[in-house]
């Protein structure tokens, strides 16, 4: 349900102007579709929006039904059906729902203390309840399944120059940043969420990694690269990438015995062709996608 993390602001943003919110949210899909269950669009009463669903028709009428379930307070079900059915576009169904500022957003604001568990919501009393089991995002007989995920988050070890692209990118897809070093450069990596400080390189060892999900190691230092490696071999972290030529990298794999690890992407990102910090950062965060979606 958050693992963007634009809906965690959206939704702060708004508390804090005292504004209500609209939630759209996928329910089921037949055939080819943008949006799948479980994405989500919010509005809030500013007619502000985080989130995409569809075309600019489908978008336009979700921020009208949004208007509307908003001045009734009663949520409402709607499937949307392409009109020319040669379009090769599916059909999808959705939930709309007021979270009022008043009542603490309702089931919205209880999702937010309750990250790693599943909100089940009906679609014919609108009651929901909030399950510790994580159950896979599904609608079946009128309920609505949804998993309560937190911002995917990444890990970036250097804070040079290169990593600045990088951190956009991420930025971009809604990942949560944090860069970890010796000594942060903040005029390059502002934009990152979590700036960490390391005072001994060996600090890194006793850390607790198990909250981020990948890992990208670009200090350019083969000594402190292997304690950073050293650390996330030992962690659950389901990505770890270092930046590095094919003999380098080989040589780790050899020294760590990587070679059946498929945590461990070395040199880290796709082969696009490109070697601009921009492309490099593109190659990194598709990669990563890639392994986050089972696709590697």
């Known amino acids: 349900m958050f693992a963007n993390k634009d809906y965690l602001k959206f939704i702060k943003n708004s508390r804090q102007r005292g504004l209500d919110i609209v939630g759209t949210s996928v329910i089921q899909t037949l055939g080819s579709t943008y949006a799948k269950p479980g994405n989500m669009m919010l509005v809030n009463s500013n007619e502000e929006f985080v989130g995409v669903l569809g075309s600019p028709a489908l978008q336009n009428k979700i921020l009208a039904l949004s208007k509307e379930v908003l ?154 690269d292997d304690t950073y490696l050293e650390a996330l071999l030992k962690s659950n972290v389901e990505y770890i990438g270092i930046l590095g030529n094919k003999k380098n990298m080989q040589k780790k794999r050899d020294e760590f015995k990587l070679h059946d690890d498929n945590r461990f992407f070395a040199p880290v990102g796709f082969d696009i062709g490109g070697n601009t910090h921009e492309s490099i950062a593109l190659s990194i965060c598709a990669q990563i996608e890639a392994k986050k979606n089972g696709k590697i």
């Open 71 to 224: 001045q009734s307070n009663k949520p409402l079900y709607f499937e949307n059906t392409p009109k020319d059915k040669n379009s090769g576009h599916g059909i999808s169904k959705y939930l709309v729902q007021a979270f009022l500022y008043n009542e603490n957003y309702a089931s919205l604001g209880v999702c937010l203390d309750n990250i790693g568990k599943t909100l089940i919501r009906s679609i014919k009393d609108f009651n929901f309840e909030i399950v510790d089991e994580i159950i896979e995002t599904k609608f079946e007989n009128d309920k609505f399944y949804q998993r309560i995920e937190k911002p995917y988050s990444l890990l970036i070890f250097g804070s040079g120059a290169h990593v600045t692209s990088l951190i956009s990118m991420a930025n971009l897809m809604g990942w949560e940043t944090t860069v970890i070093d010796m000594e942060i450069k903040k005029e390059v990596v502002n934009q990152a969420d979590n700036l960490i400080k390391l005072e001994k390189l060996q600090d890194i060892l006793i850390m607790d990694l198990s909250s981020y999900n990948a890992s990208v190691i670009l200090s350019h230092s083969p000594k402190t």
